[in-house]
């Protein structure tokens, strides 16, 4: 596995997440409302104007998301969040602060993206890569023995995208 280290953070650019590794079901999934893309826009100053690339979409909560226990009895939060329609989602966390948990996000083969402390540059907020597909799996691991209530991030939106 590749991993890189900056600042406290750590973002796995390979390897399986714990439920893709435990060969558990498919998470409860949250479908986000529906987006289309805008109609194509008049030419001004005789360009044409681009087209967006996509468009965000408010995520409410996250209280779809189930605990479930993996073979070695340690617990695993996960949900998918589904925006229909979209070639790619990225997931924009807030008040991100995972300690030495860890937090995943992959296209369900659990091979992604995961991060520690609070995320890229400790700010505790930041975007995702782009994960392929119309769903994104959110797994959260938190360190072993703590108890994890309510959940140490939040998701306020999601970026439908419909160019790859």
């Known amino acids: ?3 890189t280290v900056i600042a406290g953070w750590m973002m796995a650019q390979s390897g399986g997440s714990p439920g893709s590794s435990a060969k ?6 949250s479908k986000l409302p529906k987006v289309k893309p805008d109609p194509p826009a008049p030419e001004t100053d005789g360009r044409p104007t681009p087209a967006r690339a996509g468009a ?3 995520v409410k909560d996250l209280k779809k998301g189930k605990w479930v ?3 070695d ?8 969040l589904r925006s229909k329609g979209a070639k790619a989602v990225r997931v924009h966390f807030v008040r991100f602060d995972a300690g030495k948990g860890t937090v995943w996000i992959h296209d369900g083969t659990g091979s992604g993206s995961s991060y520690t402390g609070k995320g890229p540059d ?5 975007w995702t890569p782009p994960v392929h597909g119309e769903r994104a799996v959110l797994e959260f691991a938190p360190q072993a023995g703590a108890e994890v209530h309510p959940l140490p991030f939040s998701v306020d939106k999601v970026s ?5």
């Open 56 to 58: 965000h979409v408010v």
């Open 69 to 71: 226990s993996l073979p």
């Open 1 to 3: 596995m590749i991993v």
């Open 160 to 164: 439908h995208q419909w160019i790859d």
């Open 24 to 29: 558990l079901k498919a998470p409860p999934e």
């Open 122 to 126: 400790e700010a505790g907020e930041f």
């Open 73 to 80: 009895g340690k617990k695993l939060w996960r949900l998918a």
